[in-house]
């Protein structure tokens, strides 16, 4: 008999899902009981671990990634649609056939949860609004888009003069808040394409000329134009709101499927980063962990019931079932990734910590089950004792190389030099793969007993 599991990973960009699959799928299909210690005696095997390929060009590329990994040393691209990996195994422990499927996604389309939870146009509009009024910053990089709306109201220009002005403020809007690391840079097809182009490298005329949505531009108008007398004014809210409607029909409905069958989440916090990039990068990240599951927890079963069209908001299908065959509450593993880096003497204690504080009001909800941990995918780093640096452990047996001086990590959120931290924010340094062999990790282990598990 089968026991079918959904598991979604999330996390921003670079936050470390795609590695941290890659590396458990790994451990999974070349297991070696020294180096992945799974069950409640630590003691437990994996047998006949297979991947299930079969859904063509959404299938998770483990193979090249591995082979990426052993050949070059080289970390996987950055991913540039979600994905799916399916696999399946049986354990010594259990007689049960496990089918387990993991969803990979790039970090950016998480920023969509509003418009996927929008009932339509003018919803979306209502409550993009109501997020920015509460952050300056945002208000402050909106500014010029909303004072554009504010003119457009006012003057007599025609409708695609004022389409042009308006597509080119929100852009640049978009633009400052990607600099602000503000959360919700929503569509997200404006920071990574539908065809995988990110905003790396693009100079400002390129930007300039980059459309919102390839398919056709969108943003937040003002509700009260939707029924304007004015001919030029609806006519531009009836664009976007056709616009918008598409995007959610072809962008976002197949992806925000999958994510809405899980039973359960990793989220992959990346804590260096927001300790080098400071306070805005932390707000980022908690709004955005905060909001989404905010807005699909099962919480709100009671609205299910109501409206029963909308049930594929909400995460866990179980929810849907009769009490009598529901199973368990859907499980929130948070993780602090890259703890290889986490390298002075309590620096793993510290790096829970940290998480926990930045989760804490999601975390309690008594409608999930979570647990917070810190997990390595693939050593990468090494502390030396001697020179108190740390340093990188470079692919195929080369000499290590001496990275920079080992920063304590802060005891809580309250204040830290995020320039202390730079050395954090190091890109490209190379995973050590030891003749082909899984990935040296730190914890991935318990993760996966925890997130594949019947109990907690
Ligand atoms: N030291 C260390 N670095 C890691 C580890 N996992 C990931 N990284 C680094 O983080 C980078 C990003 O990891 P990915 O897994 O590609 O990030 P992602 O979350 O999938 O990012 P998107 O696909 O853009 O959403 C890698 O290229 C590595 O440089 C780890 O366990 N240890
Ligand atoms: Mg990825």
Redesign the pocket.
């Known amino acids: 008999m089968f026991r079918n599991k959904k598991i979604g990973v999330l996390?921003?960009?670079?936050?470390?899902?795609?590695?941290?699959?890659?590396?458990l799928l790994w451990h999974l299909y070349e297991f070696s009981p020294g180096s992945f210690r799974i069950g409640k005696e630590k003691n437990a095997e994996i047998k006949d671990a297979n991947p299930v390929y079969n859904l063509g060009n959404r299938d998770f590329n483990y193979t090249a990634y591995r082979r990426q990994f052993v050949e070059q040393g080289r970390?996987?691209?950055?991913?540039q649609d979600f994905a799916i990996a399916r696999c399946t195994y049986n354990r010594t422990d259990s007689f049960w056939e496990h089918d387990v499927t993991f969803v990979?996604?790039?970090?950016?389309r998480v920023s969509d949860v509003f418009i996927w939870q929008a009932t339509d146009y003018a919803d979306w509009t209502w409550k993009i609004e109501r997020f920015w009024s509460g952050d300056t910053n945002i208000l402050a990089s909106m500014d010029a888009f909303k004072k554009c709306c504010q003119q457009v109201e006012t003057t007599s220009a025609s409708a695609s003069e004022s389409w042009d002005d308006l597509v080119k403020e929100y852009r640049n809007g978009l633009v400052a808040l990607a600099g602000n690391f503000s959360p919700f840079i929503t569509p997200s097809t404006f920071v990574l394409t539908i065809g995988g182009e990110t905003m790396d490298g693009l100079s400002e005329e390129d930007i300039e000329s980059r459309p919102i949505w390839n398919e056709g531009d969108f943003f937040p108008l003002p509700g009260k134009w939707r029924n304007s007398q004015n001919d030029v004014l609806r006519s531009l809210y009836e664009r976007c709101e056709s616009n918008f409607k598409k995007y959610k029909k072809t962008v976002l409905k197949p992806f925000y499927k999958e994510i809405d069958e899980c039973d359960s989440f990793i989220v992959?916090v990346?804590i260096f980063n927001i300790l080098a990039s400071g306070l805005s990068r932390f707000y980022q990240v908690k709004e955005e962990i905060n909001m989404f599951f905010q807005m699909i927890r099962p919480s709100k079963f009671g609205e299910i019931l109501i409206n029963a069209q909308k049930a594929m908001n909400y995460i866990g299908l179980n929810y849907l079932l009769p009490n009598f065959i529901q199973t368990k509450p859907p499980k929130i593993a948070y993780v602090a990734?890259?703890?290889?880096?986490a390298i002075s003497g309590n620096g793993k204690n510290r790096l829970e910590k940290l998480l926990g504080d930045l989760v804490r009001n999601v975390n309690n909800s008594s409608y999930v089950n979570s647990k917070l941990f810190t997990?390595?995918?693939?050593?990468?780093?090494e502390y030396d004792p001697d020179s108190n640096r740390i340093v990188f452990l470079t692919a195929r047996g080369e000499n290590h190389v001496p990275l920079d001086k080992c920063p304590e990590l802060p005891t809580s959120w309250e204040k830290w030099d995020k320039d202390q931290y730079r050395g954090f924010l190091c890109?490209?340094?190379p995973?050590q793969v030891v003749a082909g062999a899984p990935p040296e990790?730190n914890n991935l282990d318990k993760l996966f007993d925890y997130i594949t598990g019947d109990d907690d």
């Open positions: 996390g921003t960009v670079n936050s470390g899902k795609t590695v941290l699959l890659t590396s970390w996987p691209d950055k991913t990979d996604i790039p970090g950016e992959c990346d990734t890259k703890s290889d880096m997990c390595c995918a693939g050593k990468t780093f890109e490209g340094i995973l990790q």
